[in-house]
């Protein structure tokens, strides 16, 4: 199983950026495909944004142009730059190691504790 580690959360205001990180140990980072998901008050855990082992990415259609889900097979680690950031993108955002079928992106049972993105309006 692997091992995730978010950080990279905060407070922005309306229009800025945050890079946030996700640092796996573990297996083999290299063979998983990466999601990024987010889980405001109140609502259920969505995708954000994934991509394969390969740089394949796909998103949430709430955050297509604005955020960049990234990865860096030597570091074990995955990114996710967002930019234009609204009060709608607050929430608790997650980094999970999964699998693709086809094209549609599974979360697997390895999650990382959350970071808090907080965006003021």
């Known amino acids: 199983q692997v091992q995730l580690v978010e950080s990279g959360g905060g407070l922005v205001q309306a229009g800025g950026s945050l890079r946030l990180s996700c640092a796996a140990s573990?297996?083999?980072?290299?063979?998983?495909?990466m999601g990024w998901y987010r889980q405001a008050s109140g609502k259920r855990r969505e995708l954000v944004a994934a991509?394969?082992?390969?740089?394949?990415?796909n998103y949430g259609e709430s955050v297509k142009g604005r955020f960049t889900i990234s990865r860096d097979n030597a570091k074990n680690t995955t990114y996710l730059q967002m930019d234009s950031l609204k009060p709608e993108d607050t929430a608790v955002y997650y980094c999970n190691a999964g699998y693709y079928r086809g094209s549609m992106y599974y979360a697997a049972n390895s999650w990382g504790q959350g970071t808090q993105v907080t965006v003021s309006s």
């Open positions: 573990g297996r083999i980072f290299s063979i998983n495909a």
């Open positions: 991509v394969t082992p390969s740089g394949t990415t």
